[in-house]
């Protein structure tokens, strides 16, 4: 037993225990083992493994602040750990203070830059620097779980052309606070604004053990092992991004077409603060957006119109010479993006369909009565709907109304025109609550309504229906009573096709 490590979290996910053997790794369910079973087998320290050589060494490349937060974390050095390689960013007050205090980290090797070169650039100068078969990226604010880089080095062994990911645990940053994600194992996954998703492992690709490592399309941002080698040939990041975003993608889709593969290991957990706002000043204020477009034009060949339908803002937006991107491209012999949606991302368009299936309605929302629109201000989660005077008939302070709604393929009502609704849906918790803008979940729930040929706005979860106050303004759900005209909505437009079957398929 002395010679196993054992994986154990603070909390959330007990269910999968991974255990290490040397130079192999045996995962298994700990229904043969109970809780109080783990706490009595002491986690050996990591440098105590007898491993064989079979694991490739590591080196580590972590960035900006917080960096003493994670050189502090117990399982950060293993004996696999051939250079660590630090990078904090300019702060004055970290200079010395920094060296002097690293000193005592005999495998940590500080390198600055000259100025400000933002994270992407940052890493590729630590990855250049870095000698050991393995790179590993995590982000300064990480703070590694037990056993964490052996999973990961397996992996890799038995396929270098591998990239993989930890499971990314949540500390919170209020109270640093440790556990898993909802839902905790899923595939990594993108919207047509390229906002970064999960979504559910399909049934095609589960394991009968829940431990074993699983394919994914897109890595969530920057905490990954990879193959030193490998990296390079594949070109590192493309080194014209500029500071932070996009970069996850642009490795995620270049690894899965130039030959690779990518895989999320559950056995291997690293948590990562989730911070509320970002604490530093970004230049230009466009990067992301050129960031974006530049992996697009890249790597996404026609499903990058997909993107511009959506942000017609980039259509216009210089990316910078790609030739370079491209001609790697063409000498990795890479395959195309159709390939990738149809091999890799198949599950992707369930979620997030590139083409948005017609909406039932949409536009302004009359109530019969009242002769007033729905109004949601603009506001974002938790914002009551109210009435208003309706912005056609000539509502002044035009600038405050949003009054244009959607309600689309997944049968909820959004803010906006069907091809840019924001991310809010109409959100309703009982038969008498008030009608508030929710972050939207797309899981129907309550957040799925229906608008029936009586005009009434439906809620199946709670057998309810929206009703208004016209003189107070108030919206709020109310038991169903189809005569009365303040339960009674107009959509501007409706497409009777999808609305009938909607509607078809609640009768059904
Ligand atoms: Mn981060």
């Not at 225990?17 to 369910?29: A, F, G, H, K, W």
């Not at 890799?344 to 009359?366: F, H, L, Q, T």
Request: glycine content about 6%; aromatic content about 12%; proline content about 7%.
């Amino acid at each position: 037993m002395k010679n196993w490590g054992t994986l154990k979290s603070r909390t959330g996910w007990e269910k999968t225990v991974c255990i290490l053997l040397p130079s192999l790794l045996l995962s298994s369910l700990s229904t043969s083992l109970s809780s109080s079973d783990l706490d009595l087998i002491p986690p050996s320290p990591p440098h105590t493994h007898p491993h064989t050589t079979s694991l490739p060494t590591s080196s580590f490349t972590i960035g900006l602040c917080y960096l003493l937060h994670l050189s502090h974390s117990p399982a950060i050095w293993p004996s696999t750990a051939d250079t660590s390689t630090l990078f904090p960013s300019f702060p004055e007050h970290l200079k010395e203070k920094l060296e002097e205090y690293m000193a005592r980290f005999t495998k940590v090797r500080i390198v600055r830059t000259k100025k400000r070169e933002g994270l992407i650039r940052t890493r590729l100068l630590g990855a250049s620097m870095a000698k050991g078969e393995v790179l590993t990226f995590l982000d300064s604010h990480c703070e590694v779980n037990v056993n964490w880089l052996p999973p990961l080095l397996n992996q890799i062994a038995l396929n270098h052309k591998t990239i993989v990911c930890p499971m990314i645990d949540v500390i919170d940053h209020n109270h640093f606070g440790y556990e898993a994600q909802a839902g905790d194992a899923m595939r990594g996954a993108f919207d047509w604004e390229m906002y970064y998703k999960r979504i559910p492992i399909p049934p095609e690709l589960q394991r009968s053990d829940p431990s074993d490592p699983f394919e994914s399309p897109v890595m969530a941002g920057g905490l990954f092992a990879v193959d030193r080698e490998w990296f390079w040939e594949l070109g590192g990041y493309d080194p014209g991004l500029e500071i932070w975003g996009g970069e996850q993608y642009e490795i995620s889709f270049k690894v899965w077409m130039c030959g690779g593969g990518m895989f999320d290991v559950p056995c291997s957990r690293v948590g990562h603060i989730y911070r509320k706002y970002v604490p530093y000043k970004v230049p230009s204020g466009t990067s992301l957006a050129r960031n974006l477009k530049r992996v697009a034009e890249t790597w996404m060949d026609e499903f990058a119109e997909y993107v511009y339908q959506r942000r017609p803002e980039y259509r216009h937006l210089s990316t910078g010479d790609i030739s370079a991107q491209k001609e790697l491209r063409k000498h990795l012999k890479c395959k195309d993006f159709k390939w990738f949606m149809a091999a890799v991302a198949w599950d992707v368009p369930k979620y997030y369909p590139p083409v948005e299936p017609s909406p039932a309605a949409w536009g302004e929302i009359r109530n019969v009565a009242a002769n007033l629109c729905v109004d949601s201000k603009h506001g974002a989660t938790g914002t009551e709907l109210r009435l208003d005077v309706c912005v056609k008939d000539g509502s002044e302070r035009t600038w405050s109304h949003e009054q244009l709604f959607t309600f689309g393929w997944r049968e909820d009502i959004r803010p906006g025109e069907p091809l840019h609704t924001r991310k809010f849906c109409f959100d309703a918790v009982s038969h008498s609550s008030p009608v508030t803008l929710y972050d939207c979940h797309g899981m129907k729930g309550n957040q799925h309504w229906s608008h029936r040929k009586d005009k009434t706005m439906f809620h199946p979860v709670s057998n309810s229906c929206i009703d208004c106050n016209p003189a107070e303004k108030k919206i709020f759900m109310n038991r169903c009573d189809p005569l009365s005209e303040t339960q009674q909505w107009i959509f501007e437009h409706i497409n009777m096709t999808v609305l009938e079957k909607f509607n078809g398929k609640a009768s059904s």
